[in-house]
């Protein structure tokens, strides 16, 4: 799961959530103002490779 998380205005926030990377990148750019994209990950997701460090 991917969030665009947008700052607009005086203190305004609007999230926007999404199933596919390249969704969230096509609405990225279309979005004005200062957007961040982060990818949610499960500890129970099975896809996700863990990095021990």
Do not use: H, W
């Not at 665009?4 to 990148?25: P, Q, W």
Request: proline share 2%; with cysteine.
């Amino acid at each position: 799961m991917y969030v665009i998380t947008c700052y607009v205005g005086k203190g305004e926030m609007r999230m926007y959530e999404f199933d596919s990377k390249e969704e969230a990148l096509s609405q990225l750019k279309k979005l004005k103002g200062c957007s961040i994209l982060s990818e949610v990950v499960y500890f129970n997701d099975s896809s996700v490779i863990p990095i021990a460090i």
